[in-house]
């Protein structure tokens, strides 16, 4: 094979929503937002947090201005941007260096550019990525209001009634310019509002019929604000690293305070598995331990029901041949929450010498009784 071949394009994932919103709050810090002790600028943040599942801590471990930290938002990496001329709007723009989690998800998934739009302000937005296998064709659609979080918020709601999309960001800008102004209490008075519009949205995502009960909200910032001056940002103080990440909706764990520590680069992924892409180029991770657990089927490496010699090698592939495998869960089968050769070892007992019988969940499909730590994405026996 060619070492420089285009690593192929991932097959589709069995969907875990069928319909992702990403809202992005430009510039709040922690502290007046869910990190404040009675969270009383952010109700519906709060709300919304107690429902499904907040990450704390969670960081902008990059650079804390919103030109680095909205490319590696999208894109999930801080490999950044490139400046280029852009034809398309006749002015000095940038491009990111690595695809977008929409070129993912339009490549990989088939989506349309109406049902994979970026609702934001300026008239020429940062583009995505030319990357050889995604590139322009899989940009998103992006809706230039020319306005503020009011502006934004009008378009937002006239494409969620109109043309559905199933992916849709809503960039929310005021919160970082009231705060550079440098008026507290209009910097207070943008979070909130910021915070009514988002309990809106969910409001109405949950009262419409094509969106309720099958759409993801995520909702994150770029990055926060020095914790000494409110006014300004950009270095590396917990002020500017600390922001808020939570998410609601099905698929997601519900009342979870989750605190393995997680950063930018982990969201474009785990957007990108909600739906059933693949970000192949993140250097970040799925989150998955916001996520529901997925059903599985202990021993059952290659997912076809039974349990047999096949799965011995296909265990042992995977761990000495690096073949991938959507469900580590299921790979362990001494349950022990680790894998290694003692799991291919364990199921040879149990075939050929009536050694234990595989734990929970066999011989039916289920849930790990105990925890599982591995991941299991997708078990296809079992979705
Ligand atoms: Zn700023
Ligand atoms: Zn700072």
Redesign the pocket.
């Known amino acids: 094979t060619d070492p420089c071949a285009a690593p192929p394009i991932p097959e589709p994932k069995t969907p875990i929503a069928n319909r992702v919103v990403l809202v992005l709050v430009d510039g709040l810090r922690y502290s007046e937002g869910l990190g404040h002790p009675t969270r009383q600028y952010v109700p519906n943040m709060d709300s919304i947090a107690q429902q499904g599942v907040i990450i704390e801590p969670f960081f902008n471990d990059g650079v ?1 201005v919103t030109v680095e930290a909205i490319p590696a938002v999208m894109t999930g990496s801080w490999i950044g941007t490139t400046s280029f001329f852009d034809p398309d709007c006749q002015v000095d723009s940038i491009f990111s260096n690595t695809p977008y989690v929409h070129e993912y998800i339009r490549r990989q998934l088939g989506f349309s550019a109406q049902d994979c739009v970026y609702v934001l302000g300026p008239y020429c937005p940062w583009r995505g990525s030319f990357h050889p296998s995604y590139g322009p064709d899989y940009w998103p659609q992006w809706i230039s209001t020319g306005g503020g979080d009011d502006a934004n918020w009008m378009e937002t709601q006239n494409l969620l009634q109109t043309t559905k999309p199933r992916f849709l960001t809503l960039y929310l800008p005021d919160v970082d310019h009231a705060g550079h102004d440098g008026n507290w209490t209009e910097y207070l008075a943008a979070i909130e509002h910021a915070d009514e519009i988002i309990g809106e949205l969910w409001t109405w995502i949950q009262s419409d019929p094509d969106y309720a009960d099958n759409t993801v909200m995520l909702i994150t910032n770029d990055h ?6 409110f006014q ?10 600390q922001i808020q990440c939570l998410a609601i909706g099905p698929g997601i764990r519900s009342g979870l305070i989750s605190t393995m520590e997680r950063t930018i680069p982990d969201i474009a992924p785990t957007l990108a598995r909600l739906l059933g892409a693949e970000a192949q180029f993140s250097s970040g991770e799925i989150m998955t331990e916001i996520l529901e657990p997925e059903m599985f089927l202990r021993g059952d490496a290659n997912m076809d029901g039974v349990l047999d010699l096949s799965d011995v090698v296909t265990n042992l592939g995977v761990l000495f041949q690096g073949m991938p495998n959507t469900c580590h869960a299921a790979l362990d089968n001494n349950d022990d929450n680790s894998l290694d050769v003692a799991d291919p070892i364990h199921l040879l007992t149990y075939l050929f010498q009536a050694g234990q019988v595989p734990s929970m969940p066999y011989p039916n499909c289920g849930i790990d009784p105990t925890g599982a730590t591995l991941s299991c994405v997708s078990h296809l026996r079992c979705d």
């Open positions: 804390t926060g604000r020095h914790t000494s001056n300004g940002h950009g270095d590396g103080c917990i002020g500017c690293r």
